[in-house]
Nanobody, 124 residues
Framework: QVQLAESGGGSVQPGGSLRLSCEFSGTIFSIHSMGWDRQAPDQQRELVATMPDHGTAVYADSVRGRFTISTDDAKRTYYLEMKDLKPDDTGVYYC??????????????????WGQGTQVTVSS
């Protein structure tokens, strides 16, 4: 069973910082790509950032220069460092990954999984 466990959300004032974590677990052969989406209240889910395995991250225009993806390969954990947060950054953040893994005795290739979501609130 592949799982993505998220943590690190919270409430901050404008200009503050947060770091989200996304830990992959399960019998994973390869993580092909990962990223984060977010969904603000009454808004559609939107892409925040995405990164291919050992590739260069791509960021939404609204967060470029403020958000950064980093990785700890040994822990299979990815981080989204968020700085200079703005009220428009408020929403539920979901990490996602495309992996090849052994699931219930079968090899699944290039399957997308999602984390449970974590709330980020930016407000004065």
């Amino acid at each position: 069973q592949v799982q993505l466990a998220e943590s690190g959300g919270g409430s901050v004032q404008p200009g503050g910082s947060l770091r989200l974590s996304c830990e992959f677990s399960g019998t994973i052969f390869s993580i092909h790509s990962m990223g984060w989406d977010r969904q603000a209240p009454d808004q559609q889910r939107e892409l925040v950032a995405t990164m291919p395995d050992h590739g260069t991250a791509v960021y939404a225009d609204s967060v470029r220069g403020r958000f950064t993806i980093s990785t700890d390969d040994a822990k299979r954990t990815y981080y989204l460092e968020m700085k200079d947060l703005k009220p428009d950054d408020t929403g539920v953040y979901y990490c996602k990954g495309v992996v090849s893994a052994l699931v219930q005795g079968r090899i699944e290739g290039h399957t997308e999984y999602w984390g449970q979501g974590t709330q980020v609130t930016v407000s004065s």
